[in-house]
């Protein structure tokens, strides 16, 4: 139990995978998971696991403060998004 002049003990991940769990993503942000899911970017999906790529999160993160990306960073998320929406329109049929 943490007292109340303990700061919360949090686990220190040495090497960052590139796709994290809710728990991992948030904690990689310092934010909740419930913040996390409602403001977040969107994560991926295999199976029935939700998974946050470690890239979306610090492109995501950059945007909060309005720090512009670079162009070839504006090119790579706007081919993205278009193969995410391709995705999603094929799957509808």
Known sequence: MIQDNEAPRRTIV?????????ELAAQYLSLSASTLRAEGPEPKRHGRRVLYDIHDLDRWAD?????PLDDRAEEDEAAAFEKRWMDKRRARG
């Not at 960052?16 to 809710?22: A, C, D, F, M």
């Not at 945007?63 to 720090?67: F, T």
């Open 63 to 67: 945007r909060l403060d309005g720090q």
């Open 14 to 22: 040495a090497a960052w995978p590139r796709l994290l769990s809710i």
